[in-house]
């Protein structure tokens, strides 16, 4: 499964973003992907995740309410909207897909393919 972002800029505090990710190759195999985005020397954290079959959507409560994920099966491509942007949501943000189901969605070491990244810089 290749996955490829695209949709980073930036952006002024309370602005919209919205980010894609496509997936070519064996794309049944996933079951699950996410949204995950890595601060300047942080490790990656767990932004949204939404399951394959049936579409249903988590989030972190910092974002909660503010993004939402969303995947065009057709297109075989993963969204991510984000509004009201904050400064503190300036990342790299990363899509991920899993064959496997977990426990815990955050746990990036669930996800088996990862794509390049996007940057986000949210300025005030």
């Known amino acids: 499964v290749h996955l490829q972002e695209s949709g980073g800029d930036s952006v002024q505090a309370g602005g919209s973003l919205t980010l894609s990710c496509v997936a070519s190759?064996?794309?049944?195999?996933?079951?699950?992907m996410a949204w995950f985005r890595q601060r300047l020397r942080q490790d990656p954290g767990a932004v949204a995740h939404?399951?394959?079959?049936?579409?249903?959507?988590s989030y972190v409560d910092s974002v909660e309410g503010r993004f939402t994920i969303s995947r065009d099966y057709a297109k075989n491509t993963l969204y991510l909207q984000m509004r009201d942007l904050k400064r503190e949501d300036s990342a790299m943000y990363y899509c991920?897909?899993?064959?496997?189901?977990?426990?815990?969605?955050?746990?990036?070491?669930?996800?088996?393919?990862w794509g390049q990244g996007t940057q986000v810089r949210v300025s005030t």
């Open positions: 190759g064996a794309t049944d195999r996933s079951v699950r």
């Open positions: 939404i399951y394959v079959a049936d579409g249903t959507s």
């Open positions: 991920a897909a899993a064959p496997t189901y977990a426990a815990d969605w955050h746990d990036r070491f669930g996800y088996a393919y």
